[in-house]
């Protein structure tokens, strides 16, 4: 007899990869990364795509369903030409989050520059215009995610500083103003011998369930043939955010399909973004191979249930 198949938690888009270059108006070699968020009736994505001489810029693309998507003919965020942001965006800009919060979008991005890679935050009201706010980090802090909610009156972010000590882990920091941020403390680690042993990182910006804030993260193995991308979920506690209420021991999406397997860089899904629905479900989108972007439907309580019921330690 044969097998029952497990339904997957993940259900992929069944027209994946759902957007490429070759939708592209103006020459790139990859899209990926993307953060998307729902504004009135629309889906904006704005995602990473490498220009020819290997830096990035951020493009944007558009869609009522949130799977047919159609790119804008100009680029929407290119490294800033004048100011402090054009010294640290020269070598490009990449991996865009956008958090919903007070009637306006935060938007937190990577900038490369001969001083390293550091985190940009601009904020935009109708993804048209866009004002650059504050350079939020030093070197060697990347994948900054902020809440879409304050708590006590400051806004809340995850980030993930590198270190030589310890593998690189995820941490939590608060801010009065969106520029100046403290009270910093770890709160997601690596586990040994496990699918996120190298590195993990916060993925999606946190989006609200009635259980916790659920966080879709990335994780990192090395094995011989080099790192695989996997993401993973961890529920935050609703009232203090840096209490992990469950973090699921095995991860929720792996690279499978020909192009998260190979492209620029094989073997990897990587999220900057997820949109929850009415009905339940959440919409995750991911970076396939650092090449094409990625999508598909998780049930939010499947994600929920699995954090709480078969966890890890979170540190
Ligand atoms: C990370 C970042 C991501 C990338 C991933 C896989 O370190 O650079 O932008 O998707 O590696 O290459």
């Not at 629309?42 to 830096?55: A, E, K, Q, V």
């Not at 640290?88 to 979008?105: H, K, N, W």
């Amino acid at each position: 007899m044969k097998a029952k198949r497990v339904a997957p938690l993940v259900q992929r888009y069944k027209n994946n990869p759902i957007l490429t270059r070759d939708d592209v108006p103006y020459p790139v070699g990859t899209v990926h990364n993307a953060g998307v968020v729902k504004h009135n009736d629309r889906y904006i994505m704005l995602f990473r795509s490498h220009t020819h001489n290997g830096r990035s810029i951020i493009g944007k693309a558009e869609s009522r369903d949130g799977f047919s998507f159609e790119v804008h003919p100009e680029p929407f965020l290119t490294p800033a030409t004048g100011g402090v942001f054009s010294e640290y965006e020269a070598f490009g800009v990449e991996d865009l989050r956008i958090t919903p919060i007070e009637g306006e979008y935060l938007l937190t991005y990577s900038a490369y520059s001969r001083h390293g890679v550091r985190i940009a935050l601009a904020r935009t009201r109708d993804f048209e215009s866009v004002e650059r706010v504050s350079l939020i980090t030093q070197a060697d802090l990347r994948n900054v995610v902020i809440f879409p909610q304050k708590f006590d009156g400051r806004y809340v972010r995850l980030d993930r500083p590198h270190s030589e000590i310890t593998p690189w882990s995820i941490w939590i920091s608060y801010s009065p103003d969106l520029v100046h941020w403290g009270d910093s403390r770890m709160v997601l680690k690596p586990v040994p011998y496990h699918w996120d042993e190298m590195k993990v990182g916060p993925g999606a910006p946190p989006f609200r369930t009635d259980a916790g804030w659920m966080h879709i993260y990335h994780g990192v193995f090395q094995t011989m043939a080099g790192a695989v991308y996997r993401l993973g979920v961890a529920l935050h506690d609703l009232d203090d955010p840096a209490k992990i209420l469950g973090v699921s021991d095995q991860w929720i999406l792996q690279p499978e399909d020909p192009w998260e397997v190979s492209g620029y860089v094989p073997n990897v899904v990587f999220t900057c973004g997820a949109v929850p629905e009415d009905d339940g479900t959440v919409k995750i989108y991911w970076g396939g191979a650092d090449t094409v972007m990625c999508a598909g439907t998780a049930r939010i309580d499947d994600l929920v249930q699995l954090c709480l019921t078969a966890p890890r330690q979170p540190l």
